[in-house]
């Protein structure tokens, strides 16, 4: 391995004019003290170079936390705000919630993307992060370059739900009537290309039906067209169909997971009806900008991953049927990695326009 020659100017103290040019062709004859101060000078250089990040991370956090929330109101406005709360206590230091809807998630994510990766810029993301990349030729962003995963916080479940009158009472009557009539039935999400659209894709291909999807401005203003009659179904999140399933002015049809939820024991899982590979659900998780040193990172993913095991955020989340989840920050990368991969061949299979 070839060896570093010192080659720099060292000025003197008692004159500006006055310099010291180490070389090569300089250093022989030279007295040994002589030498010794350029090394020194090498030496200490390195050292003050590595102390930004090392006592950034050592100190962090010194000021408040932006914590970007793509997706305010409801549920995810809870959870987030929730979690903000909590971290601001571990930390000791204000998390400051900053709403930036609009795009579909996407401008609140661009927004941190362009932010210092410092540590003090968060964003809570959601299956838009794993759903946009094959959705949109031109975002903002790259949601692998752009960011570190730093922990997942929390998945709510989703489920199928039927009109009131619907003439099917379980999957399999479901399924069976929508083959006598492809194409007649149809299905409502919070919008084209939202992971409820993509819950319904994926249903399709996995039981070979043809149901006509209808987008809406919101899966609450879908949800009370299928309670009015005016929509079949909806796949959507358990949180708000559940009252009105318990009082019968929804069906539940299958809940998307390998386990019953807890909110809703009588509602068999799409496996249970013969329904497999539509494990699906609205997963949360913690991002920052890309270059966020590495203690920090971890030092994130600690304190989160605590407060997600504690009592209090479990008694919290499942107040919205929300169920927490923990992993490390290479866990979370390689999810949101599989999850990109999955919802891809599904806009593809589903030949969903990419805008």
């Known amino acids: 391995m070839k060896k570093l020659q010192p080659r720099f100017t060292v000025i003197r103290p008692h004159s500006a004019s006055t310099r010291l040019r180490v070389g090569p062709r300089h250093i022989t004859g030279m007295r040994s003290r002589n030498f010794a101060l350029p ?73 941190a993307a362009k932010s210092p990766p410092d540590g003090y810029t968060l964003v809570l993301v959601a299956p838009s992060i794993a759903i946009s990349p094959s959705l949109y030729r031109n975002l903002g962003y790259d949601a692998n370059r752009d960011f570190v995963a730093i922990a997942p916080v929390a998945k709510v479940t989703m489920i199928i739900v039927a009109r009131p009158d619907f003439p099917a009472l379980t999957l399999k009557e479901f399924i069976s009537f929508a083959k006598l009539k492809p194409g007649q039935l149809n299905y409502g999400s919070g919008g084209t290309g939202t992971s409820l659209h993509l819950a319904g894709e ?11 999807h209808v987008p809406y401005k919101g899966a609450s203003v879908a949800m009370n067209d299928v309670i009015g009659g005016r929509l079949d179904t909806l796949f959507i999140g358990i949180p708000a169909p559940a009252p009105h399933i318990k009082t019968g002015r929804l069906k539940g049809l299958a809940v998307l997971s390998t386990q019953r939820s807890a909110v809703l024991p009588d509602v068999p899982t799409a496996l249970e009806s013969g329904i ?28 989160l991953t605590r407060i997600m ?7 919290q989340f499942n107040l919205v049927a929300a169920e927490t989840m923990r992993g490390t920050s290479h866990e979370f990368s390689q999810f949101i990695r599989e999850e990109t991969r999955r919802w891809s061949d599904v806009i593809s299979s589903a030949g969903l326009a990419v805008k």
């Open 39 to 111: 090394v020194i000078f090498l030496v200490q250089l390195a050292l003050c170079s590595s102390l930004p990040t090392g006592h950034a991370a050592s100190n962090y956090p010194t000021k408040p936390i932006r914590f970007i929330m793509p997706f305010p109101g409801g549920a995810t406005d809870f959870l987030g705000r929730t979690v903000g709360q909590k971290l601001a206590e571990s930390l000791g230091q204000s998390v400051i919630v900053d709403n930036r809807p609009g795009a579909g998630g996407n401008l609140g994510i661009e927004l």
């Open 202 to 212: 994926l249903f399709k291909l996995r039981s070979s039906i043809d149901i006509t």
């Open 276 to 303: 497999s590979g539509v494990d699906v659900a609205t997963w949360y998780g913690i991002l920052g900008p890309a270059g966020i040193p590495k203690p920090i990172v971890w030092r994130l993913n600690q304190e």
């Open 309 to 315: 095991s504690s009592p209090f955020i479990q008694e």
